[in-house]
């Protein structure tokens, strides 16, 4: 059996033993040579240009290159199926594509059927119902995220959150309260209901589809203002799924605004719009406005993905306000001693859950949900 320092083929014959066994080592017979993989480039070859200085000369090279080759290329296949795989089992790929439903909206005014109470906005805050409420993003707020039948909690928060943020940006965003913008609030509706909602803004109408007031709350910039930016808010969230690829959220808030009456660059009062009998006005004085809000939102697994939603239905009930008033466009309020021409035939509290609307276009603003002044008689 052949040593280590031994030829692949054994000692040569006639090769002496001895003091030679030195160098046994660095001795290479013709065998030991034909055994090798890689051969060396005779003088003649050397000479061309491009002659390496060693070559592959045994057929095991050339079929590891071919092994490696193909594993190469079952490595890219398997890549590849695992990609395409992965994607058509995304939780966020959308099943089918499909129209959103339009928005439907209604605002039912609320008459007060004495002056409206006027005074500064912290005093008119702490005498009313909304004395304990929370101030702006802190008010909308959400509950637990917890996982449904067809979508993971991941999911449901990311509806939830979008939700909450097309209600602060469409009911607190005080550019958008008065008027100067309406961009914040577009960005986040499905682009389905795009068309729509650039209807409502630059055609509102009191149709049932096309209202502003639908989509946003805001005040007409030429008659009403904000006495204080800190809206007081209090309401829930709440996630239903209404099919397999949809879910929805539910929105159900009061929103109370300290308003003024807007004043021109020249320092004067700017009259309000509609018919209003007035009595002892104050341009100085703050009134609260109330809003209570009912919303409800729809996902699929694209607005999931794109951080969007579809508005399905809002509906408020807002005063104190004029039956009289147009409501498409802007909400109108009575303002500090202002009196509606005429109130409605039942009385609707906004801060109660079971303040239902009255039958009609027009509801009285019950007394509770004004102002408890001192000295005020309800």
Known sequence: MAGPGDPPEGTPKGVPGGGDDDYRS??????????????????????????????????WSRTRGHRQVLLLVLLITMAFSTAVYLGIRSPYQAVAEREPEPLRS???????????PGGEPGELFAHSPAARFRTGADGVAMP???????????????????????????????????GSTVRPVRVLVDPGQHAQFDRSMDEPDDDGRHAATGWLLRFHPGEVTLADTGVRVRGSLTVTEAGPDQLEVTGDHTFVYAVKPARSADGERREGGGKKAREGRDADRASLFT??????????????????????????????????????????????????ARAGPAATDPYTADGRPAS?????????????LPGRSR
């Open 26 to 59: 660095v001795v290479f017979d013709e065998s030991f040579i034909r055994a090798a993989r890689l051969q060396e480039s005779s003088a003649r070859e050397r000479l061309g240009d491009r002659a390496p200085a060693v070559r592959d000369r045994g057929p």
């Open 106 to 116: 209604a605002v039912l005014p609320l008459a007060p059927r004495d002056g409206v």
């Open 144 to 178: 637990a995220a917890r996982r449904t039948g067809n979508f993971t909690d991941t999911q449901v928060l990311s509806a939830l959150d979008a939700a909450k943020e097309y209600l602060v940006r469409s009911s607190l965003d005080p550019e958008v309260l008065t």
């Open 291 to 340: 809003v209570r809000r009912e919303t409800r939102f729809r996902f699929d697994r694209g607005d999931l993905r794109d951080h969007q939603l579809e508005v399905v239905q809002s509906r408020l009930r807002a005063g104190p306000m004029s039956c009289s008033a147009e409501t498409a466009e802007y909400l109108r309020p009575l303002l500090a001693g202002e009196r509606a």
């Open 360 to 372: 009609g276009g027009c509801g009285v603003l019950a007394g509770a949900a004004q102002p408890d």
